[in-house]
């Protein structure tokens, strides 16, 4: 079956250190996308990328890179730059229409100690 | 720009009761409207979208949502709540940029 995987589903850092959350899709979508989620703010946009090898910053981008150097893998890395980086970050992917919907990932827990 | 206002960051309702979630948005242009569903720990799951072709729309699990051009909305609902509905459901907008803003997201309790 299609869908989006991330990894892992939980993820303990010290603080300072760089940590790679990973996304990976079968449904042969185009765009890619990268949300935080904290309690009561909904979810906020960190970077999308719509085409391989381009990137765009979202909303929340200070703290964070990403790259899409395949189609089907977008993965997320926060930097020690960051400086909250607690926080439950989902996956997201569709095709390049903005009425079809996107299809989102289970999810990664970070918790950074 | 665009936003969205989902209005109650709690909802609770009976088992059995009307489920009503309200979504406000604004956009300069005829926008496209999403509710999704998050269950605890889990990613979200589309439960229906408007994309202009019918203002009534109906989605998985019962619920539908009614788009009002007049008043910005575009409010969830569901005839009888049941246990298993409580979650958080989030409203979405995009105006065509394939960028979507989400609500705050409205957290349903389901009473016994």
């Known amino acids: 079956d299609g869908g989006i995987t991330q990894s892992p589903k939980y993820l303990f850092r010290k603080e300072g250190q760089n940590v790679t959350l990973s996304c990976e899709q079968n449904?042969?979508?185009?765009?890619m996308y990268w949300y935080r989620q904290d309690p009561g703010q909904g979810l906020r946009l960190i970077y999308y990328?719509?085409?391989?090898?381009?990137?765009q910053k979202g909303d929340i981008a200070e703290g964070y890179s990403v790259s899409r150097e395949k189609k089907e893998s977008f993965p997320l890395t926060v930097t020690s730059a960051q400086k909250n980086p607690t926080a439950f970050y989902l996956c997201?992917?569709?095709?390049?229409?903005?009425?079809?919907?996107?299809?989102f990932g289970s999810g990664t827990r970070l918790t950074v100690v | 720009a665009q936003s969205v206002t989902q209005l109650g960051s709690h909802v609770s309702v009976s088992e059995g009761a009307l489920v009503l979630l309200r979504c406000n948005y604004s956009?300069?242009?005829?926008?496209?409207l999403f509710w999704y569903v998050q269950y605890p720990n889990q990613g979200l799951q589309l439960l229906l979208k408007?994309?202009?072709?019918?203002?009534l729309v109906k989605g998985i699990n019962g619920f539908e949502a009614e788009f009002k051009k007049s008043e910005t909305s575009f409010h969830l609902t569901k005839p009888s709540a049941h246990m298993s509905d409580a979650a958080e459901y989030f409203c979405?907008?995009?105006?065509?940029?394939?960028?979507?803003?989400f609500g705050t997201g409205t957290r349903l309790k389901v009473l016994a």
């Open positions: 997201a992917s569709s095709i390049v229409e903005a009425s079809y919907g996107y299809t």
């Open positions: 449904l042969n979508h185009d765009a």
């Open positions: 990328s719509q085409i391989v090898n381009d990137f």
């Open positions: 956009s300069s242009v005829p926008p496209y």
């Open positions: 408007y994309t202009s072709a019918a203002t």
């Open positions: 979405a907008v995009d105006s065509g940029t394939y960028k979507y803003i």
